[in-house]
């Protein structure tokens, strides 16, 4: 806002989270399905199943800020193309444990380098190109959310 109270887009921080967002995320899914044949929430799926750990969808969904049906299709996506694994829990069948195949994880090795090249050459724009003080400030501003 400017001194008058006015909203001056340009210069408005969520809208420009927002800008950065939308057009990190585009770029990102047209490399992903380029480079690697898969979705942008696949990738974000198979990134937070990439340290091996076995998951429900609920917990994806969380920790993926994706909606239950977005994951949903995202995993089927998955399934289909061999990179995951449904596992039924005995004490709820409702709730399958997930986790990457022999393929998935594969492909999560061969994606990791490339996705972090990527990302070196869009801090090139940052001043010295270092993330540091981006994503401590970035983290401030999460948790000053949680705390509203």
């Known amino acids: 806002m400017d001194e008058q ?3 001056e887009l340009e210069r408005f921080l969520p809208y420009k989270l927002m800008q950065v967002a939308e057009r990190v995320g585009a770029e990102l899914a047209v ?3 380029k480079e690697f044949g ?3 929430p696949e990738w974000r799926l ?3 199943m990439g340290d091996g750990r076995a998951l429900i969808a609920r917990e994806l969904a969380d920790m993926t800020c994706m909606d239950k049906v977005k994951v949903s299709r995202a995993l089927q996506g998955l399934e289909d193309k061999k990179l995951i694994k449904r ?3 005995p004490r709820d069948q409702r709730a399958a444990r997930i986790v990457l195949t022999t393929e998935g994880k594969e492909l999560h090795r061969r994606m990791v380098p490339r996705v972090l090249a990527w990302e070196a050459s869009l801090a090139e724009g940052l ?3 270092d993330t540091r003080q981006l ?3 970035l983290n401030q501003l999460l948790a000053r959310l949680d705390d509203m």
Request: proline content about 5%; glycine content about 14%.
């Open 38 to 40: 898969i979705t942008r």
């Open 87 to 89: 596992t039924p829990n």
């Open 135 to 137: 994503l401590s400030s």
């Open 5 to 7: 109270g006015e909203l």
């Open 46 to 48: 198979m990134a937070v």
């Open 127 to 129: 001043t010295g190109g």
């Open 31 to 33: 490399f992903y399905r």
